[in-house]
């Protein structure tokens, strides 16, 4: 047997015990203490059957193959760009990862320069953190113009929300283009300045709320609420 110490959407802190008993499971941010299960984030619960999750709700970014990053370009050599990604390491992105054709010797800073925002895709990761980008893809841009804001990684998925729903519903409401990284920062552009705030507004409160049940219909409201303003 066992016994199970919280409730699901429950929100708890670390070293909080979570349940009792080999019977239970610990996933995500929880793990095993001898009989206990316990919390090692703030986050919130999910259970699933016998499965006790921990559903971070701060985190910082850690890089994985495949993530759609916004970055900024922070330096450069003869043959590469390296760029903020938000991580502790800068990422690197090389000559042949770029969409234009680049002329042997050719001055970089025509292409991308310093503070050059760019949606890029991380295309290797290696054991010693070395982080490699590429740019050729569908969506894969440097960024003009717009405005640029930053949520914590983890809450990411709940702003994209299944399927794309979340953050269709904001683009289709403000008119703006919107990109969500996985690193956490997110590139709005809109027809006005207004359309852009609402957007970002609305993501913001996603981040600050993203615990809560019913939050698209909540989210749904807010745009319609505010967007006749």
């Not at 956490?184 to 993501?203: H, Q």
């Amino acid at each position: 047997m066992g016994e199970l110490k919280v409730k699901n959407k429950d929100i708890v802190v670390p070293g909080q015990e979570l349940a009792i008993g080999m019977g239970f499971l610990p996933a995500g941010a929880a793990f095993r203490d001898n009989e206990g299960v316990i919390a090692s984030q703030v986050g919130l619960v999910n259970i699933n059957g016998n499965v006790v999750k921990i559903i971070p709700l701060t985190g910082r970014y850690v890089p994985k193959v495949g993530d759609l990053v916004v970055g900024k370009i922070v330096d450069m050599s003869f043959n590469n760009w390296f760029v903020d990604i938000g991580y502790a390491y800068d990422a690197v992105l090389s000559l042949r990862d770029v969409p234009e054709y680049v002329e042997r010797n050719a001055d970089l800073t025509r292409y991308y320069n310093f503070d050059d925002m760019i949606v890029a895709s991380i295309s290797k990761v290696t054991r010693a953190m070395n982080i490699d980008l590429t740019m050729k893809g569908p969506g894969l841009i440097k960024i003009i113009n717009g405005r640029f804001i930053n949520i914590s990684p983890s809450k990411v998925p709940r702003v994209i929300g299944k399927q794309g729903s979340m953050i269709e519903m904001i683009k289709r409401a403000t008119n703006c283009k919107i990109i969500v990284g996985q690193n956490g920062r997110v590139w709005i552009k809109g027809e006005d300045m207004k359309n852009e705030n609402l957007a970002a507004l609305a993501i913001l409160k996603i981040e600050k709320e993203s615990h809560m049940d019913g939050l698209t219909d909540k989210i749904n409201k807010f745009l319609e609420e505010n967007k006749t303003k």
